[in-house]
């Protein structure tokens, strides 16, 4: 692969990775306001209202704060997952890319667990400030005792003039280890996907007949092949698997990152000091289950989230190299 080649495949990635995550935040946001409220919400708090269930706390939510409280902090979720999607998937690209010896070698668990770590990481340090915001603006409500902010810029200002630019990192401790989550997804995609386009294979002997001349034009190699043979309900089974394993593995870090990007009480002091914090005051007061507020929601939202993201991201990915290749 020449470096133009790879440079072209980077932007490639980079922009079906803008478009899949955008996609995905534009129809599930309203879940991830209710699980940001579950997650903070550790039953000591008085300017959050309580909700039974997910379904009680949407109902609530449209009648007390309506479309614009199941949409609050829509604009930095958008900014974020677009953002975050498209450098996850340029880094990661790249990772691999590197790894693998310019596509000479096959990468194993091990390496495409690095490649997310690596990408992972970047993006949190990338990132860190928009989700801070975004949280914020989630846990805004009508109980809320000071004074609301206007929007992602009025929040950014506020923020910085009221306590300074190392409080758009709160969290950023938590955000790391969450690293391990993006890396366990893409790990459990790439061995599924891998599995898939090997049955499918076997499955199908030989390659089709008919436009093979078409099918070498547009595609690079028998692996790329392959993958055009695997559909957009496989794509979203396997996103969807591969999420709900990484979920079950990294849900606490969530609610710790939550609760630590909380905004400061009326005295300027954070209701949590640090990431240590978090964990002895929910361990203390919540147990267990503390750790996991929040996580049905989650779940709901985020399973076919991840399916939608791949779906897009995968066609938008063969779409791009079949125009390339024109």
């Known amino acids: 692969m020449s470096a133009f080649e790879r440079r072209q ?26 699980r940001t409220r579950f997650a903070v919400n550790d039953g000591r708090l008085t300017n959050l209202p309580s909700y039974k269930n997910t379904a009680h706390a949407i109902f609530t939510i449209t009648r007390l704060e309506g479309l614009k409280g199941l949409y609050a902090g829509f604009y930095p979720a958008v900014l974020g997952s677009t953002v975050s999607w498209g450098l996850y998937f340029l880094f990661y690209g790249r990772a691999k890319q590197r790894y693998s010896k310019n596509g000479t070698h096959t990468l194993s ?5 690095a490649a997310a770590a690596e990408a992972g990481a970047l993006v949190s340090f990338c ?4 989700w801070l ?3 914020r ?21 506020t923020i910085l003039k009221e306590e300074g630019w190392c409080a758009l990192y709160r969290g950023i401790t938590p955000s790391l280890f969450l690293v391990s989550h993006g890396a366990i997804q893409f790990m459990v995609y790439e061995e599924l996907r891998k599995f898939v386009v090997d049955f499918k294979s ?12 078409l099918l070498v034009r547009l595609l690079e190699d028998l692996s790329e092949i392959l993958r055009m043979w695997i559909d957009s309900v496989d794509f979203a089974a396997i996103g969807a698997s ?3 394993a990484a979920i079950l593995m990294t849900y606490p870090f969530q609610v710790i990152r939550a609760r630590l990007q909380q905004r400061p009480n009326h005295d300027g002091i954070p209701r949590y000091v640090d990431t240590w914090h978090v964990v002895k005051e929910t361990a203390r007061f919540e147990g267990f289950r503390g750790f996991y507020k929040g996580i049905t929601p989650s779940i709901l939202k985020n399973l076919p989230a991840a399916s939608i993201t791949f779906i897009v991201y995968e066609n938008v990915l063969n779409l791009l190299k079949i125009k390339r290749n024109y």
Request: net charge positive; proline share 8%.
């Open 9 to 34: 495949w980077e932007w490639e990635n980079a922009t079906a990775g803008a478009i899949a995550g955008f996609a995905t935040v534009a129809a599930m946001h309203p879940l991830d306001v209710v």
């Open 202 to 213: 076997k499955e199908k002997g030989k390659t089709p007949k008919t436009d093979v001349k």
């Open 133 to 135: 915001i975004k949280t």
């Open 137 to 157: 603006l989630q846990l805004e409500t009508p109980l809320h005792q000071s004074r609301p902010y206007s929007g992602l810029y009025d929040a950014l200002r």
């Open 109 to 113: 668990p091990g390496l495409h667990l």
């Open 127 to 130: 990132t860190n400030p928009i």
């Open 242 to 244: 591969s999420k709900l």
